[in-house]
């Protein structure tokens, strides 16, 4: 079962990911060491497959 949008911004902002906001359904992600992601749907919807591995790849990236 796939993820929901809000999980996903759950998980960013817990590893250290600020909200820059954006228009729209588009949010804007941008962690102080410099990496951004932005991620795009409503908040209930369900995230597509490479949202989810965006999302861990970005993650991944700032933990190293």
Known sequence: ???KIRELIYL???SGFINRGGKGSHRNFLHPSGVKVTIS???GKDALTYQEKE???KI???KK
């Open 12 to 14: 960013l902002e817990k």
């Open 55 to 57: 999302v861990k790849l």
């Open 1 to 3: 079962m796939p993820k």
């Open 60 to 62: 991944a990236e700032v």
């Open 41 to 43: 749907g409503n908040p």
